[in-house]
Each structure stands twice: as structure tokens, then as C-alpha cells.
């Protein structure tokens, strides 16, 4: 099962971009679906997620900038990142956890896409 993330880009500080994610068969209503997203030399980090239910969590970086949501009828878990800065350039994924409790720990998640690449540059 592999899901698809997209929507990444060139993008200018202080400017906006929003990531899709999505299965063509795999509904994603019943699970925990997060974002992550890795840097050059680091290790890769939670930003954000959203349960079944709704709830939203927050990596704290990215908290009043960063907006996760669903659209269940499009089977698409979106991120909606605003005021965005060069910190936030990384390759995102997205994830699906199968787990009953939300987190930002990427060893919890059980299904992986394949990335899409913000870079935040002037």
C-alpha cells in the first residue's frame, strides 16, 4: 500500500503551498493520517496529523502556520502550509498509521508515500 503525496515546488519565503495526499483504493477515513518531512542531513520529523476523528496535532514549528485537514469524499488528507521559510524546505511525506493513539513519531505509522519536495527559496 503506498500512498501519493503531492503538490510540492519552488515557493518564495512567506509564501503559501498546499500538499495532497491520497490512495486510489485505500480509504484513508479510517486512519490516522500524518506528514512528515525530512531535511538534508537530518532525520526525518512529524509535522503534522489528523485522526479519524478529526483531531488535528501540531509540531510546534509549524503551529498557526500549517493547517491539516480531510476531504473524505476524495479519499485526500490535505496540509495547507502558509508564511512558509527556508527552514521548512524537506522532502514531505505522507503516512498512515493503523494505530489507535495520534503522534508525530514516524516509527508508529504504517504505510508510506513517496514524497514531494518543497523548497522555500528567494
Known amino acids: 500500500v503506498q500512498l501519493q503525496a503531492s503538490g510540492g515546488g519552488l515557493v518564495q519565503p512567506g509564501g503559501s503551498l498546499r500538499l495532497s495526499c491520497a490512495h486510489s483504493?485505500?480509504?484513508?477515513?479510517?486512519?490516522?493520517i500524518g506528514w512528515f518531512r525530512q531535511a538534508p542531513g537530518k532525520e526525518r520529523e512529524g509535522v503534522s496529523c489528523?485522526?479519524?476523528?478529526?483531531?488535528?496535532f501540531y509540531e510546534h514549528s509549524v503551529k498557526g502556520r500549517f493547517t491539516i485537514s480531510r476531504d473524505n469524499a476524495k479519499n485526500t488528507v490535505y496540509l495547507q502550509m502558509n508564511s512558509l521559510n527556508t527552514e521548512d524546505t524537506a522532502i514531505y511525506y505522507c503516512?498512515?498509521?493503523?494505530?489507535?493513539?495520534?503522534?508525530?513519531?514516524?516509527?508508529?505509522?504504517?504505510?508510506w508515500g513517496q514524497g514531494t519536495e518543497v523548497t522555500v527559496s528567494s
Open positions: 489528523i485522526d479519524s476523528n478529526g483531531r488535528t
Open positions: 503516512a498512515a498509521s493503523t494505530k489507535v493513539i495520534a503522534t508525530l513519531l514516524p516509527e508508529m505509522y504504517d504505510y
Open positions: 483504493r485505500f480509504t484513508l477515513d479510517y486512519y490516522i
